[in-house]
C-alpha cells in the first residue's frame, strides 16, 4: 500500500518542488510589518491548497499573523503537525547570489541539487515535506493513515508572541495524542534524525557588591574586598576538578542516559577528536567519565557566558571596583526545576560572601523544565522504524536544533512532540542563500509517508489485538 | 640658635603668605603648552628668590618644560630637596569659587585659615615651606645647617618626561647624602608624617583563549572549555582562605614589618572599623592576623583590577566566548623582584590551563621594586625628632602619597628620600578650590627649620665624637 504511496511521490516530484518554490516566492518576513499582507497570503495560500486536499482547513486570525489550522479524518492516532511559514528577513542582500523570493535550483558537479531562496529549508521547504506526503496519500489511497491536525504558524521568526495564547484559546481542538514537528537538523546527509529531548534552562545576572564606590588599590588593596577576586573564586568552585557542577543538589532529577539511546550514539560515528578538533579544542570539558556526545545532548550544564567588573578598556587603572557582574546559565535535563537551581546558585554565591558583601540576581524570565521521549514510546518506535526503512539508518538525537513550541505544546496541550527534521547545519538558515538540498525534500516527503503509514499501521495493529 | 630661626619664621609669616600668592598667581600648568612660558615665569621666579637667598641658582633647560638647580653651601650634611613648580589644569572652571590664578584667604568660623587657588598645597605651598625655612635660617643666622641642593621641577603633573634624562646628565651635580620631599601628607590636621615606604609593582593583562571562535552554549555546553569558567577558577585561587596569595615564591624577600614602625602606627590612634567602614565595608580581606594598616601600608597584594569576557551587554546571549580577560597588579614591598613575581602569575596561570587551552600575557611596562626607609636611618630618626619637637607627635607613614620621582632618584643617584609633607586629604589637590592649611604652612615652615638644624646638629655631633 505504502509503496503506491511512495511511487506517486517520486512521480510527483517536480510539481512538488514547484509548489514549494510558489510558496517562497511569498515574502512572508513575519518581523518587518511591510509584510504583513505577504504573510497572509502566504497563510492563504496554504490554507487554500490543504483545503483542496480534502482538510477542513482555515486563516485564523491573532493580534499578530494568522495561524493555519487543518484538519483531516483518518483512523489511525490523532497526530498534530505544527510548522511555520513566516522566514528570516533577507539582509544583507548583497550576499545573495539572485533575488532570495525567487527561487532557483542550484546543480552541483557531483549531480545532487538544491533549491535556493528565503525558506527553502527554514521552514517552508521542511514543512512542504509533511504536506507533499499527504497529497500522496490522499491521491493514492484517498485517505490519511491517521487524523491528521495541521497548525501553521506566521510568527516563529519574530517571537511567537500570538502561539501561547492561541493554544489556550483553541485548546480543544488542537489537542491529539502527540506533535509532530518538521523543523530540526539531520545528523549528517544520509542520516535523518529524531530530536528526542529539549533541555530546560535556568538563567540570569549576578551582580557582587563589595565597597560602596570604586577604590585606588594603592590606597586600600589588601584590606578592602576586592569583588572581581572575589566573584571568580565563588564562580570558579561552581565545577570541580571533574567538571561537576557543584550546586548543592544540582543532580537532583538527573537521569543516566537512556541505554537505548546511548547505544543509537554509539552507532553514529561521532567522532569526539574531530568534533572538539573544528572549534580548536582537543580536551573534554565536562563531566568526567561521560561522552562528549552524553555532555553536549543528555548531562546538564552550567556556563558564565559573560563577565565584567573594574577596567576594562586600553591601558592600566588600578582599580578596586565597587562591583563585579557575571551572566550565566544552566541547561537542565530530566526532571531537574529551573526555579531550584537557580535558587541552588544563589545559595552557592550567598554562602561564599564575607558579610560586609551583597550579590544581587536577576533571574532570565521563568526558566524551563527539560522535555524528552522515552526511547520506548509508541510514536518514536514507529517513526524509527519508517526512517530506517527509507534510509536504511536513522538516529536519535539530542538537544541540537531546540525549538520553544515543544514546551508550549507540553505545558498547553500536554502532549508530547516528536521531532523529525530533514534540514543541514550548511543550509543558511537566517542566512544568504539559504538552500535546501532537493534529496532532503525528496527522501523527507518518502521519510513522512512512511511515518504516517507505520503510526496508522500501530494503531491498526493495537485495534486488531484488541479485537482478538 | 634655632629658637630664633623659629621666632624670625614667625614673624615673616605674612610675608611667606604673600610670596606664596606671588608663586600661585603664575599660571604654570605644564600639561597645556598654550602656559609654557608661565611654567618658565615661575621657574624664573624661584631661581631669582634662591640667587637672592645666596644660592647658585639657575633655570636649567630640558626639552620640556625648565628645572631650577640652586646650590647653598652648609657645614651639615649634603641634602637634595625636590620639589615641582608646575600645577594642574583648572578646568571646570566654574566648579572655583574665584579666580583660581589668584589666590585668596578664606577663614572659618573656628578662626582657622587656608588659601585657596591652584597649586596652594600641591606643590607650591609644599615646596615654599621648604624655602622660607632656608630664608629663615639665612636671615638669622646668616648661613644653612646643612649643604643644600634644590631641584624643582616643572612636569611632575604631566608625566616628568624629562625628570630621568636630567637626573641621569647631571648626577654628579645631584647627587647628594639623601633627598627631602615635601609632595606628600600629614596622618591628620595635627600629625605630621614622613613616608617611610613606596610599594614596588608588577602589574599586566592575561588572555585565556579556548576555543577558536564564540560558540553557542546550546550546542557545544559542556563538552566545550568555557575561557571564562577556567579564568575565574584560576585567579580565584590566586588568594587563599586567609586571604594569602597562592603564586609561587610570592612572600620571598617580604619582611615583617619593623616593630618600631608598627609600634609607631599602634599610636595613631587609627579605627579600621572606621576606615572600612567609610567604603562601606567591615571585614578585612587581607592576610588573617594582620592589622588592617600593615594591609594597606606594608604587606603585598593581588588585585585584579578588571575583567571581561562573553556577553556583556543588556539582555542574554548563550555564548561561550573564545577567549577571556582579566587585568591584574601586585603591590610589592621588602626586596620582592617585579620580574619574579610576574613571572609567578604566569606560571599559576599556565599550570591551570587544559592542554588545548592557552594564555597570552602583557605585562605593564618593566615593573619596581618597593623602597623603604629603615626605621633606624639617620636622616629619619633626626626628621621624626624635629616633628615631634614642632607637632607634639609624629608619624611613619605607609605609602599613601606615591611619589615616582623617589624611584628615580633611587635608581639613578642611588639615594634614599625622607618624604615629609603638610598636605591634607581634603586639600581639593587636582581639583576645583584646591587649598592650604595656613596652619600647616606655619608649622610646615617651622618643621623643615628644625629638621635643617636637627640633620646640622647630627653632623656636628657626629663630628665632634670623631674629635673627641
Known sequence: MTDSVLAFADAQLDASVERLA??????????????????????????????????????????????????????????????????????PLNLWTRDPFDPWIDTRADGSKTIVGRGASDDKGQLRTFVEACRAWKETEGRLPCRVTILFEGEEESGSTSLEPFLHAHAE???????????????????????????????????????????????????????????????????????????????????????????????????????????????????????????????????????????????????????????????????QDPDQVWDAFQAHVRRRLPEDCTAEFESRGPGSFAISLASDSGPLVATQAALDAEWGKSALLGCGGSIPVVNSIRSILGMDSVMVGFALPDDNIHSPNEKYELKSFHKGIRSWVRILGALGETARARAEAVIA
Chains 1, 2 share one sequence.
Request: with cysteine; net charge negative; hydrophobic share 40%.
Open 22 to 91: 510558489a510558496l517562497m516566492r511569498v515574502p512572508s518576513v513575519s518581523t518587518d510589518p511591510a509584510y504583513a499582507a505577504e504573510c497572509r497570503r502566504a497563510a492563504e495560500q496554504l490554507a487554500a491548497e490543504l483545503a483542496e486536499l480534502g482538510f477542513a482547513a482555515r486563516v485564523a486570525d491573532t493580534p499578530g499573523h494568522p495561524m493555519v489550522v487543518a484538519h483531516h479524518d483518518g483512523d489511525g492516532p490523532h497526530v498534530l503537525f505544527y510548522g511555520h511559514y513566516d522566514v528570516q528577513p533577507v539582509d
Open 173 to 335: 481542538e488542537l489537542k491529539a495524542d502527540f506533535a509532530l514537528i518538521c523543523d530540526t537538523l539531520m545528523w549528517d546527509r544520509d542520516t535523518p534524525g529524531i530530536t528526542i529531548g529539549l533541555r530546560g534552562m535556568a538563567a540570569g545576572q549576578v551582580t557582587v557588591r563589595g565597597p560602596s564606590r570604586d577604590l585606588h588599590s594603592g590606597l586600600y588593596g589588601g584590606a578592602a574586598r576586592n569583588p572581581i577576586q572575589l566573584l571568580a573564586g565563588i564562580l570558579g568552585e561552581m565545577k570541580d576538578a571533574d567538571g561537576r557542577v557543584t550546586l548543592d543538589g544540582f543532580y537532583d532529577g538527573v537521569p543516566d542516559t537512556d541505554p537505548t539511546v546511548l547505544e543509537s550514539w554509539n552507532k553514529l560515528g561521532f567522532d569526539a577528536g574531530e568534533f572538539l578538533g573544528e572549534i580548536g579544542l582537543r580536551v573534554p570539558a565536562g563531566e568526567a567519565g561521560r561522552t562528549v556526545l552524553e555532555q553536549v545532548w543528555s548531562r546538564p550544564t552550567a556556563e558564565i557566558n559573560g563577565i565584567w567588573g573594574g577596567y576594562t578598556g586600553e591601558g592600566f587603572k588600578t582599580v578596586i571596583p565597587a562591583e563585579a557582574h557575571a551572566k550565566v546559565s544552566f541547561r537542565l535535563v530530566g526532571t
